[in-house]
């Protein structure tokens, strides 16, 4: 009963605490994300804590999930508010290792991927908060991202447009600023630039992977990748004494080309579900394709100019020109160049001179969207709707697991708090009686060193009061000797020496009775030898 009792208490405890616990966990915790797979091509597989099995159009996976996909294969992911869309490319190994956001003022997002094998694709359309995390792991190092296009590989990372913080593994911890057309190779001492080959085969996988996962995006996605590509071309011409406008016009327009067909493909290759919206999206692409080109020539020619150091008069003049250089349409080519606004020049001046921000990424990615977007009408507003009403569900879902999973992990807290306690007990328990056994084994000791050391104080008591009676024995025989002596002389020392003998013997006697008292308690004592 005191055991039960103890038990009981403990585990009422563990109870109250593991309670406490959950609810401080439920108040602070941040609200799980999903991700939600758009489109799968090849063969793709996912495990989980749960299992695994392959991967569905219109899979929901979640923190924790690790994605494979087979050679020839790949897999676009809708992050939603963790960070828009991401490809799991051909042959690739990748786990979501984080995916959570809080709202508290502003959305904070965490969302944390490692590249196991391969490589991926991310484009976050949406720039994140200050507050934000959104990391991409590989074996080369980490990279971390706001509002960026980047494919992150096990040995080379890209960056399209924007930029990325990276970390190498081998890099002692030092920060790198890799900016749009630059990179990571594993073991380069810093970044590197990336190939126009390299830009332009990410820029068609980003805008694949858009239209599969945000089509009502798909236009501006073109706009400013075909900019950031032109821009990097124009850059060069301009340093080399070429004509920057020139340049931008004419990389726009076969760049812009291949994201069209990019785009057209994906839409006549999209899941039933999405088909409507993406084939929409690329239709209005198609027919704003002028409008486009011009824009991102014109901001391209900008971002060039104030790459090489010119003032703002000179990047809106060159916009003008590569405007007009892109299309025979005259008000296109005035509304393309007017888009390249002085505003968005002077800010990109005063990022290329503090440094804190790429130019051509504050160029291009200040300049309006072309009305192509809003081209995208119903049929894409209802797919957002639609969209986003599934990213409701799955936030719900990952809640409603999130909770289940809370309340499994304090039931388990609970079992084991209660198998604690009982352990405790069985401890104790077993203590105790390995102390009362050795208790038992002292005491035993102890007493049978006493009886030896009672024993061989009887025999030695025996032995000395055996020695007094035979000294008393002999005396008195002496006596009884020289008393037999005079009793010849007189009756009266007959008399002395008869009473002496008698007196001899009975102090004989008692000498015999005690020394047989004394041999009899050490017989009883278990000393067996006798007295010589």
Excluded: H
Excluded at 209 to 237: H, P, R
Excluded at 454 to 462: E, I, K, N, V
Aim: one cysteine or more; proline letters at 2%; aromatic letters at 2%.
């Amino acid at each position: 009963m005191k055991n039960f009792g103890r038990t009981s208490i403990f585990s009422a405890g563990a109870l109250l605490l593991a309670a406490a616990w959950l609810f401080t966990a439920t108040a602070q915790a941040a609200s799980p994300g999903a991700a939600q797979v758009k489109k799968v091509v090849g063969t793709a597989t996912y495990t989980d804590a749960k299992g695994g099995g392959p991967i569905k159009e219109g899979d929901i996976l979640m923190q924790g999930a690790t994605i494979n996909t087979g050679a020839g294969s790949y897999v676009d992911l809708d992050m939603g508010i963790n960070g828009n869309a991401l490809r799991v490319e051909a042959d690739s190994t990748l786990t979501l290792n984080k995916l959570d956001y809080t709202r508290a003022g502003e959305t904070v997002v965490n969302t944390q991927l490692e590249v196991k094998k391969g490589s991926a694709v991310a484009n976050v359309v949406n720039k994140l908060s200050k507050a934000s995390k959104y990391e991409i792991k590989t074996p080369a190092g980490v990279a971390g991202i706001r509002g960026t296009v980047l494919r992150a590989g096990t040995t080379r990372v890209v960056c399209l447009i924007g930029r990325i913080s990276f970390v190498p593994v081998a890099g002692g911890g030092v920060q790198l600023v890799i900016n749009g057309g630059a990179g990571f190779q594993q073991g380069a001492a810093g970044a590197v630039r990336a190939t126009s080959v390299e830009t332009t085969g990410l820029a068609r996988t980003a805008c694949s992977l858009t239209a599969n996962t945000v089509a009502n995006m798909v236009s501006q996605a073109v706009q400013q990748f075909t900019a950031a590509i032109a821009a990097e071309a124009a850059t060069e011409a301009a340093k080399t004494g070429g004509n920057a406008s020139a340049e931008a016009a004419q990389v726009a327009k076969a760049v812009l080309a291949q994201l069209v067909q990019e785009v057209q493909q994906a839409a006549a290759q999209a899941p039933p579900a999405m088909r409507a919206a993406v084939q929409q999206a690329a239709a209005s692409l198609q027919n704003n394709t002028d409008s486009v080109g011009a824009t991102a020539a014109a901001s391209a020619a900008a971002a060039a100019v104030v790459n090489t150091g010119g003032n703002a008069q000179q990047a809106k003049a060159a916009a003008q020109q590569a405007a007009s250089q892109s299309t025979a349409n005259a008000k296109v080519a005035e509304a393309a160049a007017n888009r390249v606004t002085t505003t968005a020049i002077n800010r990109a001046i005063q990022a290329a001179q503090g440094g804190s921000v790429n130019s051509t990424e504050a160029l291009v990615q200040s300049v309006t969207p072309t009305s192509a977007n809003s081209v995208v009408t119903t049929t894409v507003n209802s797919q957002a709707a639609a969209d986003r009403a599934a990213a409701d569900r799955a936030a719900a879902a990952a809640a409603a697991a999130a909770a289940a999973q809370a309340a499994a992990n304090a039931n388990f807290a609970r079992l084991q708090a209660e198998q604690a306690a009982i352990a405790v007990d069985r401890a104790r328990a077993r203590a105790a009686a390995t102390a009362a056994d050795v208790s038992a084994n002292n005491a035993k000791k102890n007493a049978d060193d006493a009886a030896v050391v009672a024993a061989t104080l009887a025999q030695m008591q025996a032995a000395a009061a055996a020695r007094v009676a035979a000294d008393a024995a002999r005396v008195a025989a002496n006596d009884a000797a020289a008393a037999r002596d005079r009793a010849n002389e007189s009756d009266i020392a007959a008399m002395l020496a008869k009473a002496a003998a008698d007196q001899a013997r009975a102090f004989v006697d008692q000498a015999a009775a005690e020394a047989k008292k004394a041999f009899d308690e050490a017989k009883k004592a278990g000393v067996v030898s006798p007295i010589e």
